[in-house]
């Protein structure tokens, strides 16, 4: 038999006229010379499936489902489709791509993740409760402590009923008739069904346990009612702080995990409403592949990053750290407003232009006065929006990966866009931040989300 040419195969197949057989496929994203997506013809996944003809190292394709998210050549294709070996699938190609047409593509349908049992519920609940009186008693003072170093305030527990199991590091006890590990205990509550119990463990690894029975929700959906825009962050800690801090901007929510996949069958009704949605995850790379995941499902989906400081991996960082959150927010949601019409789109191009020069000329300075450089690039950011100033809080657009705070002063602010350039920056420091100031309280209450001005804390 006469040997064949694999890379040669798989360069003359058209993958892409070969997966349009089986299935409904649009151009989604210029991405690795142009993405197609569209229903999985192998699992019936809806818009999980996806194609890049002209990738680098040549065509491919992936499911979420069924490929775990990792792509694959044309020879795996028709392995897959076919039902065949390798050498199978390399014959059909080479003769032209004569695949059997007898494949039948899998039918489009979800299957919606539905809560525990009653009679879990019932149990859950119970243990909630328990938790959650637990957490105010003296016995929980510690696990409090704990929290408001977070950032979360007293209501803030209370409006999510977390709750405190004590007993010693990686213990277990039985509380309702689960069993449930010892620590804080975040309940899964959406539109007051018991969807889960996870737990912030003492010590251990991992950190984060569920209680046996609990099913996987969409945290903080409720908060996306009436929304135009919601934010996915990575953890429940995180969405709490969020919707304490700037709940009233956005709609908040988590899948728990960056791991997690979102069930658009069940959770739709809540996301699909949505003008935009915000992905907020880590700055590792378990929150940089999260988050790949779901700006991939929907051209609304853009992700957003606090700003990429030392020690600080994601939102609860920023806060404690000294971050003004809500400033951050409402600095990537006024990025969002495009700007009205053609003429105004090629002058916000040019201002940009011309902010980012100045950026690079700082850059390259190798003795920059940083305060000179500093007011320029107001100015230029101010007019294009790259810098959002709110309550003496100025977040500018950096060379590189994110976001940096630059300074953190109070200066006095009047809304007056006028005193937020050149003059503006006479009030605030010298030098600018490196990183930004710990904060030195051990309890804190929730912070007001806007003072008597109408301004970010």
């Given amino acids: 038999m006469a040997m064949i040419d694999v890379q040669a195969v798989k360069a003359k197949t058209d993958l892409l006229a070969l997966a349009q057989r089986d299935t409904a496929l649009r151009r989604m994203a210029s991405t690795c010379g142009g993405e197609w997506a569209g229903p999985c013809p192998f699992c019936g996944g809806r818009d999980r499936f996806r194609v890049q003809p002209r990738a680098d190292g040549g065509a491919r394709w992936l499911c979420r489902n069924c490929t775990s998210g990792e792509w694959q050549d044309a020879i795996a294709y028709v392995m897959r489709r076919g039902g065949c070996d390798f050498l199978k699938a390399c014959e ?7 695949v059997s047409e007898s494949f039948r593509p899998a039918s489009v349908s979800f299957k919606r993740a539905e809560p525990t049992s009653k009679k879990w519920q019932a149990q859950a609940r119970q243990a909630m409760e328990n938790c959650e009186r637990n957490l105010w008693a003296d016995a929980g003072h510690r696990a409090r402590e704990w929290l408001h170093r977070r950032g979360l305030g007293d209501s803030t527990l209370r409006r999510w009923r977390l709750g405190y199991l004590p007993g010693k590091p990686n213990e277990w006890r039985k509380v309702a008739g689960l069993s449930v590990p010892c620590g804080i205990v975040i309940p899964g509550l959406v539109e007051n069904t018991l969807w889960y119990l996870k737990v912030r463990r003492v010590a251990g690894h991992p950190k984060y346990a569920q ?7 969409l945290f903080g ?3 996306l009612r009436g929304q135009s825009v919601a934010l996915l962050c990575e953890g429940e800690f995180d969405a709490m702080l969020l919707a304490q801090e700037a709940g009233d901007l956005v709609g908040v929510a988590t899948l728990g995990s960056a791991a997690s ?11 699909l409403p949505m003008g935009r949605l915000l992905v907020a995850y880590d700055l590792d790379r378990a929150g940089q592949q999260g988050a790949h995941k779901l700006t991939d499902l929907t051209a609304r989906a853009r992700r957003v990053r606090v700003p990429a400081l030392p020690g600080i991996k994601d939102i609860t960082d920023f806060y404690t750290a000294g971050g003004n959150v809500r400033a951050w927010l409402t600095f990537e949601l006024a990025r969002l407003t495009p700007p009205v019409n053609e003429l105004a789109v090629a ?6 232009a011309e902010a980012m020069a100045i950026l690079d000329e700082w850059g390259a300075d190798p003795q920059p006065d940083h305060r000179v450089y500093a007011r320029r690039y107001a100015d230029a950011a101010i007019a294009t929006g790259l810098l959002f100033y709110s309550g003496g809080i100025g977040i500018l657009v950096m060379p590189g990966d994110g976001t940096t705070v630059l300074k953190a002063a109070d200066v006095p602010y009047d809304d007056d866009p006028r005193n937020l350039g050149a003059s503006g920056w006479d ?3 010298d030098e600018p931040l490196t ?4 904060r030195h309280q ?3 209450e929730p912070t007001p989300s806007t003072n008597e001005k109408g301004r970010g804390p």
């Avoid at 059909?92 to 004569?98: K, R, T, V």
């Avoid at 209680?211 to 929700?217: E, I, K, L, N, Q």
Wanted: overall charge negative.
């Fill in 435 to 438: 990183r930004l100031p710990a």
């Fill in 211 to 217: 209680v046996r029975g609990s099913a996987p929700a």
């Fill in 427 to 429: 009030g605030w420091a």
């Fill in 261 to 271: 996949r979102l069930d658009v069958a069940l959770w739709g009704d809540y996301l």
């Fill in 347 to 352: 002058a916000n191009r040019h201002l940009e």
């Fill in 92 to 98: 059909l190609l080479e003769a032209g791509g004569n």
């Fill in 221 to 223: 959906a409720e908060t």
């Fill in 442 to 444: 051990t309890h804190m």
